[in-house]
């Protein structure tokens, strides 16, 4: 589900007018009392004044050298919401903590600006202005912080977008209807369709709130029923109902807690010998914490910087101890040095995971497939972060290990690794023609690798053999980045691959949504 | 075809097994005894994640499989396939046809009635759901019960009727059958037929995996030629491999601890040992009692003889 804050703007207008009419009349406390009077005549109501007074002008002048010297004590003496009439006023309140703990005036505005930006990223008002009055005339030093909200007249909204989602690895478009603001607690309800291009489907009912008991992080639900196929690729079919849990949401750390009646079916009959043997039914209780540290300056086209996503999930935490339990581990290094000339950057990237069943005679125990590793596919390795997933030049689900289907389909099916690693070096660049330029379509020039392997091969295992292994292709293309995703147009050549792979060297197009 | 499949390892995937049948599923049991009486070596894997799937037997040797939904089950397509064909010469006979409907029609009605509304699935949880966590299994059992009903086409209104019509039609089924049968080994002549296949796993879901008050239990057993058929046959193929002969049918609980012959022969001689030194040993007592009281009466007795008379004589 898209979180409102994904929408926020990085930098709201800050009110300028207001803030130099915040600083009168703050100053008109401070200084002189002759102006006092004046002051609280005009009324702290006042919004639109026009500074065309020359002693205003000189008095802001002032404090504004004033400011720039050394920092103005303030206090605030009170926080005033007004406009709210479904939304909880300490929902409002919540927001602008940091506005009452001010002690001086930069930090005051600081504050001031961040609240507006909070308040506005809670998507339920259609508009929100702080004001800083003047304190009551008996307490000198003081100021009064307004808030004043115009709640969403038509709470009912409709969204078409395409989004990343880190469970599906893939881009999706999604519509979605959202109801925002029932029950007056900034809660935001909403009926989704999503439907992914790695060919699957999904129907939820999410909520969203933005403070739950007192934890200052949002809290998000969603019952979902998805399917999705694989019957081309390594013939099953997987169909899910069940409930996911944002419990913990910040900016580095999320925390999710997902229980889902997943089913495995394989309508086809075509199905190898192992896929055969997972067919059925599972109850799936996981728990996944994501830790994301992005110093980059773009998810599209990141030219400056470094990230680092570390994925860990847990299956199996139920009292049953008949649900499916795993355990998954997944980590991406991203680092992009910037060059001097034609905007020009060079990006690499190295990712790896390991997923393995736990609990009474694990060893003995295939791994399920819907959480194996699966290479390939039509999405660039450079914007897809969260594990190894992509690989220039080979197709969906076209790396690994694989099984002959069925007799009587020369096909094959193929069942993934419980250990996988993918490394990318891409060379971006602008293009010499200005109109291509201003539009932002680059070329780039890149070299990926991956490779798979499956525990149940352990004792075979040696790094050199793996090494050896390894899938690697080269290639260039013209990246071309549009509003709801980046495109790009590459020529592959496949250097190296292993029998069954499903690759070819030849052009390309991949979609990647930024995740 | 045949060739390469020789030099593959034949398997069957079943349910997984319980009351002491090598798989308890009764959509299973007949291909597993099916194999097992033309003699075929197979391994047996289980699947016990998909209740509700009508997949399942599937027989399966490299990239050849052969699922229970197609060409009309599994036996049927070994049959086609060429794999293992027990009826060749008893297709033609119209007897064949007419014992098959029966088993295949009648019999089975009456098994699915009998599992899934005659004892309410009590055995269900065993044969489907063992495997299976309580939330999933739950939602399987009211799918599984619904499907059955409406596949035998059991309504609100027709119930009672419909349960008098299977179970008279089992009774008389198993009236058939056993005339048919009589002491014979198998149905038809010396030679094990499909339809031995089917009616041996019948007999043996009903008395060892229904519980002992099943109405269509208690009408198998009035026919104890069938029992003893099922008994023998039982003996012969199924436990053929393992050294585990199980105690009578019909007094079979639900779950009963297998013996191996061989630790049987050993309790009766230890038992023989034991019995011989308590018998020693019980001689030795009486003995010694025996002296104890000669010695007491030889060493007390001619003084007290009076006093003896006299505590007598107060008795």
């Given at each position: 589900?898209?979180?409102?804050?994904?929408?926020?703007?990085?930098?709201?207008p800050?009110?300028?007018?207001?803030?130099?009419?915040?600083?009168?009349?703050l100053?008109g406390?401070?200084?002189e009392?002759d102006?006092?009077g004046?002051?609280?005549?005009?009324?702290s109501?006042s919004?639109t004044?026009?500074?065309?007074s020359?002693?205003?002008?000189?008095?802001?002048?002032?404090?504004?050298?004033?400011?720039?010297?050394?920092?103005?004590?303030?206090r605030v003496?009170?926080?005033i919401?007004?406009?709210?009439?479904?939304?909880?006023?300490h929902?409002?309140?919540?927001?602008?903590?940091?506005v009452?703990?001010?002690?001086?005036?930069?930090e005051?505005?600081?504050?001031?600006?961040?609240?507006?930006s909070?308040?506005?990223?809670?998507?339920?008002?259609?508009?929100?202005?702080?004001?800083?009055?003047?304190?009551?005339?008996?307490?000198?030093?003081?100021t009064n912080?307004?808030?004043?909200?115009?709640?969403?007249?038509?709470?009912?909204?409709?969204?078409?977008?395409?989004?990343?989602?880190?469970?599906?690895?893939?881009s999706?478009?999604?519509a979605?209807?959202?109801?925002?603001?029932?029950?007056?607690?900034?809660?935001?309800w909403?009926?989704?369709?999503?439907?992914?291009?790695?060919?699957?489907?999904?129907v939820?009912?999410?909520?969203?709130?933005?403070?739950?008991?007192?934890?200052?992080?949002?809290?998000?639900s969603?019952?979902?029923?998805?399917?999705?196929?694989?019957?081309?690729?390594?013939?099953y079919?997987?169909?899910?109902?069940g409930?996911?849990?944002?419990?913990?949401s910040?900016k580095y750390?999320?925390?999710?807690?997902?229980?889902a009646?997943?089913?495995?079916?394989?309508p086809?009959?075509?199905a190898?010998a192992?896929?055969?043997?997972q067919?059925g039914?599972?109850?799936?209780?996981?728990?996944?914490?994501?830790?994301?540290?992005?110093?980059?300056n773009?998810?599209l086209r990141?030219?400056?910087?470094y990230?680092?996503?570390?994925?860990?999930?847990?299956?199996?935490l139920?009292?049953?101890?008949?649900?499916?339990?795993f355990?998954?581990?997944e980590i991406?290094?991203?680092?992009?040095?910037p060059?001097?000339?034609?905007n020009?950057?060079?990006?690499?990237?190295?990712?790896?995971?390991?997923?393995?069943?736990w609990?009474?005679?694990?060893?003995n125990?295939?791994s399920?497939?819907?959480?194996?590793?699966?290479?390939g596919g039509?999405?660039?390795p450079v914007c897809?972060?969260?594990?190894?997933?992509?690989l220039?030049?080979?197709k969906?689900?076209?790396?690994?290990?694989?099984?002959?289907?069925?007799?009587?389909d020369s096909e094959?099916?193929?069942?993934?690794?419980?250990?996988?690693?993918?490394?990318?070096?891409d060379?971006?660049?602008?293009?010499?023609?200005?109109?291509?330029?201003?539009?932002g379509?680059?070329?780039?020039?890149?070299a990926?690798?991956?490779?798979?392997?499956?525990l149940?091969d352990?004792q075979?295992?040696?790094?050199?053999?793996?090494l050896?292994?390894f899938?690697?292709?080269?290639?260039?293309?013209?990246?071309?980045?549009?509003?709801?995703?980046?495109?790009?147009?590459?020529?592959?050549?496949?250097?190296?691959?292993q029998?069954?792979?499903q690759?070819?060297?030849?052009?390309f197009?991949?979609?990647?949504?930024?995740? | 075809m045949?060739?390469?499949?020789?030099?593959e390892?034949?398997?069957?995937?079943?349910?997984?097994?319980?009351?002491?049948?090598?798989?308890?599923?009764?959509?299973c049991?007949?291909?597993?005894?099916?194999?097992?009486?033309?003699?075929?070596p197979?391994?047996?894997?289980f699947?016990?994640?998909?209740?509700?799937?009508?997949?399942?037997?599937?027989?399966?040797?490299?990239?050849?499989?052969?699922?229970?939904?197609?060409?009309?089950?599994?036996?049927?397509?070994?049959?086609?396939?060429?794999?293992?064909?027990?009826?060749?010469?008893?297709?033609s006979?119209p007897e064949y046809?007419?014992?098959?409907?029966?088993?295949?029609?009648w019999?089975?009605e009456?098994l699915?009635?009998?599992?899934w509304?005659?004892?309410e699935?009590?055995?269900t949880t065993?044969?489907?759901?063992?495997?299976?966590?309580?939330?999933?299994?739950?939602?399987?059992?009211?799918?599984q019960?619904?499907?059955?009903?409406?596949?035998?086409?059991?309504t609100?209104?027709?119930?009672?009727?419909?349960?008098?019509?299977?179970?008279k039609?089992?009774?008389?089924?198993?009236?058939?059958?056993?005339?048919?049968?009589g002491e014979?080994?198998?149905?038809?002549e010396?030679r094990?037929?499909?339809?031995?296949?089917?009616l041996?796993?019948h007999?043996?879901?009903?008395?060892?995996?229904?519980?002992?008050?099943?109405?269509l239990?208690?009408?198998?057993?009035?026919?104890?030629n069938?029992v003893?058929?099922?008994?023998?046959?039982?003996?012969?193929?199924?436990?053929?491999?393992?050294?585990?002969?199980?105690?009578?049918?019909?007094?079979?609980?639900?779950?009963?601890p297998r013996?191996?012959?061989?630790p049987?022969?050993?309790?009766?001689?230890?038992?023989?040992?034991?019995?011989?030194?308590?018998?020693?040993?019980?001689?030795?007592?009486?003995?010694?009692?025996f002296?104890?009281?000669?010695?007491?009466?030889?060493v007390?007795?001619?003084?007290?003889?009076?006093?003896?008379?006299?505590?007598d004589?107060?008795?």
């Amino acid at each position: 589900m898209a979180n409102p804050t994904e929408n926020l703007d990085a930098n709201p207008p800050i009110r300028k007018p207001e803030a130099e009419e915040e600083v009168e009349e703050l100053n008109g406390d401070e200084e002189e009392e002759d102006y006092e009077g004046e002051d609280d005549d005009t009324g702290s109501k006042s919004q639109t004044r026009e500074g065309g007074s020359s002693v205003d002008r000189i008095k802001a002048e002032s404090l504004f050298r004033r400011m720039r010297a050394a920092p103005v004590p303030v206090r605030v003496h009170d926080v005033i919401v007004s406009g709210n009439e479904k939304t909880k006023d300490h929902i409002i309140e919540a927001e602008v903590d940091a506005v009452r703990e001010a002690t001086t005036l930069q930090e005051l505005l600081e504050a001031a600006r961040v609240a507006n930006s909070n308040l506005r990223a809670l998507d339920i008002f259609d508009s929100v202005n702080i004001t800083l009055d003047s304190g009551p005339p008996e307490l000198p030093g003081t100021t009064n912080v307004v808030i004043e909200v115009v709640e969403s007249k038509s709470p009912l909204t409709g969204q078409i977008g395409a989004y990343t989602r880190a469970e599906a690895r893939s881009s999706s478009v999604e519509a979605s209807l959202k109801y925002k603001n029932i029950f007056g607690y900034g809660d935001i309800w909403d009926g989704s369709i999503v439907y992914g291009c790695d060919n699957s489907a999904e129907v939820g009912l999410g909520m969203y709130l933005p403070r739950f008991r007192g934890l200052s992080t949002p809290f998000t639900s969603r019952l979902f029923l998805s399917t999705q196929d694989w019957l081309k690729f390594s013939s099953y079919k997987e169909r899910s109902l069940g409930l996911s849990l944002g419990l913990l949401s910040s900016k580095y750390h999320e925390l999710v807690y997902t229980i889902a009646w997943r089913n495995l079916i394989d309508p086809s009959q075509a199905a190898s010998a192992s896929i055969r043997r997972q067919l059925g039914h599972s109850l799936l209780s996981a728990l996944k914490y994501t830790f994301k540290f992005d110093q980059r300056n773009s998810n599209l086209r990141p030219t400056n910087g470094y990230a680092f996503i570390s994925t860990s999930q847990i299956g199996g935490l139920a009292p049953d101890s008949r649900s499916l339990r795993f355990l998954k581990q997944e980590i991406d290094l991203r680092y992009a040095v910037p060059f001097g000339f034609y905007n020009a950057a060079l990006n690499f990237g190295v990712s790896g995971g390991v997923a393995f069943p736990w609990g009474s005679r694990y060893q003995n125990r295939p791994s399920s497939v819907p959480e194996r590793f699966f290479l390939g596919g039509n999405s660039s390795p450079v914007c897809s972060l969260g594990g190894p997933s992509a690989l220039w030049g080979f197709k969906t689900r076209g790396v690994g290990p694989s099984e002959p289907k069925r007799k009587g389909d020369s096909e094959r099916d193929f069942v993934g690794g419980d250990a996988a690693m993918t490394a990318f070096a891409d060379l971006s660049f602008d293009l010499p023609v200005r109109w291509l330029k201003e539009r932002g379509i680059h070329g780039h020039v890149f070299a990926c690798a991956g490779n798979m392997a499956k525990l149940s091969d352990i004792q075979n295992f040696t790094a050199p053999k793996f090494l050896e292994t390894f899938r690697t292709s080269v290639g260039a293309g013209i990246v071309l980045p549009t509003s709801l995703f980046r495109m790009e147009l590459n020529y592959c050549h496949i250097l190296k691959k292993q029998e069954h792979d499903q690759a070819r060297s030849g052009v390309f197009v991949t979609f990647s949504a930024s995740s | 075809m045949e060739g390469d499949q020789e030099t593959e390892v034949y398997t069957l995937v079943a349910r997984k097994p319980s009351f002491d049948l090598p798989t308890a599923c009764p959509n299973c049991l007949p291909a597993y005894i099916y194999l097992k009486l033309a003699q075929l070596p197979f391994e047996l894997a289980f699947n016990s994640t998909f209740p509700d799937s009508d997949e399942l037997p599937y027989f399966e040797s490299g990239t050849y499989v052969a699922y229970n939904n197609e060409d009309g089950g599994v036996i049927e397509k070994l049959k086609k396939d060429g794999i293992v064909n027990l009826d060749s010469q008893l297709q033609s006979l119209p007897e064949y046809l007419s014992l098959k409907a029966l088993i295949v029609s009648w019999l089975e009605e009456a098994l699915t009635y009998e599992i899934w509304v005659g004892t309410e699935g009590i055995s269900t949880t065993k044969i489907y759901y063992s495997d299976l966590p309580w939330v999933i299994s739950k939602v399987l059992f009211y799918k599984q019960t619904y499907l059955a009903k409406n596949r035998l086409g059991i309504t609100k209104e027709n119930a009672e009727q419909r349960e008098k019509q299977i179970y008279k039609r089992a009774s008389e089924a198993y009236e058939a059958l056993s005339t048919r049968l009589g002491e014979q080994k198998f149905l038809f002549e010396d030679r094990p037929s499909s339809l031995d296949a089917f009616l041996l796993s019948h007999i043996l879901f009903i008395i060892q995996a229904l519980p002992v008050t099943s109405v269509l239990r208690c009408k198998l057993l009035e026919h104890s030629n069938l029992v003893r058929y099922a008994e023998k046959l039982k003996s012969e193929f199924l436990e053929a491999s393992s050294s585990s002969p199980s105690p009578p049918l019909h007094s079979f609980p639900s779950s009963f601890p297998r013996k191996s012959s061989k630790p049987k022969s050993k309790p009766k001689v230890e038992k023989t040992e034991e019995e011989k030194k308590f018998k020693k040993r019980a001689r030795f007592f009486l003995a010694a009692q025996f002296l104890a009281v000669v010695i007491y009466v030889s060493v007390m007795g001619g003084g007290s003889s009076e006093e003896l008379e006299y505590e007598d004589e107060d008795d």
